[in-house]
C-alpha cells in the first residue's frame, strides 16, 4: 500500500449506517416497550454516530472520523431547528385552510353575526405597513448612507449605540410610546391606523438602519475612489455609484424590515385598536391588522366559536404567506439586480 | 500663501475647468488637430505626508514636467502612492491623514483654503493599481461616468463623440465598439484597465496619475498600456508609480527614485533625473544599488 492510499469506507456508507441504526433503535425500543418517534429519532442520531466514528476511524483514521461525526452532528441540528419550523408551517396550513374563502378575502366583518371576512385587516395589514415603511425607509437609509459615508465621529458613535438600543425595545413599548406621542397632542382614547404605523417604524427604523449599513459597508472603496477621481462631488458619489451597487441588498433589507413588522401584534392592539369595518384612512378612525385580527377572533370568539377560531388561523395563514411573498420577491430582485462586486 | 494668492488660484482653477469643458465638446477632428496640446506642470515644494502621527513622506520636492512621463520608483513602503495620492487631494480622503508643504499646479496652489478638492480632481485624473469599472454601469457609462457624475448636461451626440474619442485615445474601441452596452465587468483585465484609462481621459484631465497601472496585468496587456501611456503624453503630464524597473526604463522621460532609511521612517526624494541617466549613472549609490537590482 502506497503512501497516498489510505482506506475509504464505502459510498453507500452514510445512508447505509443511518438506515441500519435506525433499524437498531426501532428493535432496542419496541424491546424495552417504550417506542416513540422522538425517542427513535434521538436514539437513531446516538446509534449513527457511534457506528459512524468507530467504523471510520479504523478504516479511514482520526481526521477523516472527527470529520464525519462533525458533519452528523450539523446535520442532525439542521434538521432539529427544521422540525418546529415545518410544524408550524404545516400546522397552520392545516388549521387555516378551512377558514379561507373568497368571503374571508373580500368581507369586512360588520353587519355579519359571528361571520363576515378580513378584508378590513387585509386592507389595514397593507395601510398601516405601507405607511411605516414610508416612514422608516427614508430614515434608516439616510441615517445608514450617514453612518457609512460620513459619520466617523462622535455623532456616529452616538447613533449606532442608539440604533442598537433600539433594536433591543420591545414592541409594546414602541406601541405606548406611539400612544403616549398622539394622546399628548389629541388627547387620551385616540385611535389612529397612523399611530400603529409610528410604533411599526420605531421597531422598523433600527433594522433598516442596520440592514443597509452593513450593504453600503460592502461596496468597495476603490469604487468612491474611482468616482471621486473623475472629480464628482461625494453627494453625487453616493446617488450615482455607491447606491446603485448596492441596490440588490438594500432592497433585500428593507424587505426583510417590512416581513419582521407586518405581523407585529401589542403596539397595534394599543394604538389602532379593534375595528369590524374597512378603513383605509390611516388618519382617521380605528383599523385593525391581521394580527390583531387573529388574535381578538381567538380572544372573543362570536357566538359560532369554531367558525371565530377558523378565521383566526386562516388570518394567520394570511399572514404567512404574505411573508413568504415578500421574501420571494426580495431574492428575485436581489437575484436579477445585484452586481458582482470584488 | 495669502488670501489674495487663493483668489488668484481658484479663479485659474475655475478657468482651466471652463477649458477643459470647452475642449470637451470639440469634434474629433479638432482634438485630433489639437493633438500636442501644452499640459500643466506639477510642482511640490518641502510637501510631508502624515497618517494621523506617522510621518510616509518627507520633504519632497520635485516637478512633474507637462507632456512627459514622470516614473517614481522605490521599494514597498516607502511612499511612492501616498506622494502620489496627495498630488490630487486623493491622500486627505483617508481618515487622519494630512499634507503640509506646498504642491502648485501651474504657479496655483491646489492646497490653498480656498480651492475645491473636487476642482483639483477634475484637472489632475487618475487610474488606479486593480481596474475598478463601476459594476453597476455599461462600457459606455463607465466612460461617460465622469461626465453623467459631473453635473453639466451634456447632448448625446456630443457625449457619443466623447465616448468613442477617448476608448479610441484608450485603444479599446475596436475591442468594444459592438458591446458598448454590456457591463464594464463583462472586459477582460487589460481591457478593464484601458477602460478606466478611457474613463479618466473623457474628462479631459489636465494631469493623469497612474498607481502602478499594470501590476495586475499580464505581459501583453501591460505592452498595450504602455504603449498608451507614450501616447497618451502629447495630451496630458503623466505621473507613473511602478514597481516594474524595465517598466520606468521604457515608458518614462523622466525618473524619481524614492526610498526609506529603514522601516518606520518616512520615505523621501533621492534623486530625479532623465530616466536614461538614472538607470545608467545615477548621481546617488542608493539609486545605483537599487536600479540594479542589489537591494531593495
Known sequence: ?342 | MGAAGATRAETELGKAEMNAATTGTQSPESVAAAQGRPAKTLETRSVNLYYGDFQAVENVSMTVEPNKVTALIGSSGCGKTTFLRSLNRMHELTAGASVDGEITLDGQDIYGSRVDPVQVRRLVGMVFQSPNPFPTMSVYDNVAAGLNLNAGRVKKSEKDEIVERSLRGAHLWNEVKDRLDKPGSSLSGGQQQRLCIARAIAVEPEVLLMDEPCSALDPVATLAIEDLIGELKSKFTIAIVTHNMQQASRASDITAFFNLEETGKPGRLVEIGATEKIFTSPAQQATEDYVSGRFG
Open chain 1, 1 to 342: 500500500m502506497s503512501t497516498l492510499d489510505g482506506g475509504v469506507l464505502p459510498d453507500w456508507s452514510s445512508y447505509g449506517v443511518v438506515a441500519a441504526s435506525g433499524v437498531l433503535a426501532a428493535a432496542l425500543l419496541l424491546a424495552a416497550g417504550i417506542f416513540s418517534v422522538a425517542l427513535l429519532l434521538v436514539l437513531t442520531v446516538f446509534v449513527t454516530a457511534v457506528v459512524t466514528y468507530t467504523w471510520s476511524r479504523r478504516i479511514e483514521g482520526p481526521r477523516r472520523a472527527k470529520d464525519r461525526l462533525v458533519t452528523l452532528m450539523i446535520v442532525a441540528a439542521f434538521g432539529l431547528a427544521l422540525i418546529p419550523l415545518l410544524s408550524l408551517v404545516f400546522e397552520v396550513a392545516k388549521r387555516g385552510i378551512p377558514g379561507l374563502s373568497l368571503e374571508f378575502l373580500t368581507e369586512s366583518a360588520r353587519g355579519h353575526i359571528g361571520g363576515g371576512g378580513a378584508a378590513h385587516a387585509l386592507v389595514g395589514t397593507l395601510v398601516i405597513t405601507g405607511a411605516a415603511a414610508l416612514i422608516s425607509i427614508p430614515v434608516g437609509l439616510m441615517a445608514a448612507i450617514y453612518l457609512t459615508e460620513y459619520g466617523g465621529g462622535r455623532l456616529g458613535r452616538a447613533l449606532t449605540f442608539f440604533v442598537d438600543v433600539m433594536t433591543g425595545i420591545p414592541s409594546i413599548v414602541a406601541g405606548l410610546f406611539a400612544y403616549a406621542l398622539f394622546a399628548l397632542i389629541f388627547g387620551p382614547g385616540i385611535r389612529l391606523g397612523v399611530m400603529g404605523s409610528v410604533a411599526l417604524s420605531v421597531l422598523m427604523i433600527p433594522i433598516v438602519i442596520r440592514t443597509s449599513e452593513e450593504v453600503l459597508k460592502i461596496v468597495p472603496n476603490h469604487l468612491r475612489e474611482a468616482s471621486y477621481a473623475l472629480g464628482t462631488p461625494k453627494w453625487r458619489t453616493i446617488v450615482k455609484v455607491v447606491l446603485p451597487t448596492a441596490f440588490a441588498g438594500l432592497i433585500t433589507g428593507m424587505m426583510i424590515a417590512v416581513a419582521r413588522i407586518i405581523g407585529e401584534t401589542a403596539p397595534l392592539l394599543v394604538t389602532t385598536g379593534v375595528v369590524d369595518s374597512i378603513n383605509s384612512n390611516p388618519f382617521s378612525g380605528r383599523m385593525q391588522n391581521l394580527a390583531v385580527y387573529a388574535y381578538s377572533e381567538y380572544r372573543t370568539p362570536g357566538v359560532f366559536k369554531q367558525a371565530s377560531y377558523d378565521r383566526a388561523w386562516a388570518a394567520a395563514l394570511t399572514l404567512i404567506v404574505i411573508v413568504m411573498v415578500l421574501n420571494l420577491v426580495a431574492r428575485l430582485i436581489y437575484r436579477r439586480y445585484r452586481t458582482e462586486i470584488r
